[in-house]
């Protein structure tokens, strides 16, 4: 998929992976930054928190 992230200089090919993923049978998502966010208790909770998470992370970016 070609497209650019605010910090890219230009357009370039990202890969799109499956983000959540299970840790001794809990439930966690991964980011960008090379966390893993959780444990959740089901993948509907995980996928508020992974909104939740994009959100104040671009707040951060929007910050003087």
Do not use: K, W
């Not at 959540?20 to 960008?32: K, Q």
């Not at 509907?44 to 970016?61: C, D, F, G, K």
Request: with cysteine.
């Amino acid at each position: 998929m070609y497209g650019m992230r605010a910090q890219d200089n230009a357009p370039a090919l990202h890969f799109r992976s499956d983000r959540l993923c299970r840790v001794n049978g809990e439930l966690y998502f991964s980011t960008r930054e090379n966390t893993l966010e959780g444990p959740f208790e089901s993948a509907e909770a995980a996928a508020r928190e992974v909104q939740a998470y994009i959100e104040r992370m671009q707040n951060l970016s929007n910050c003087p």
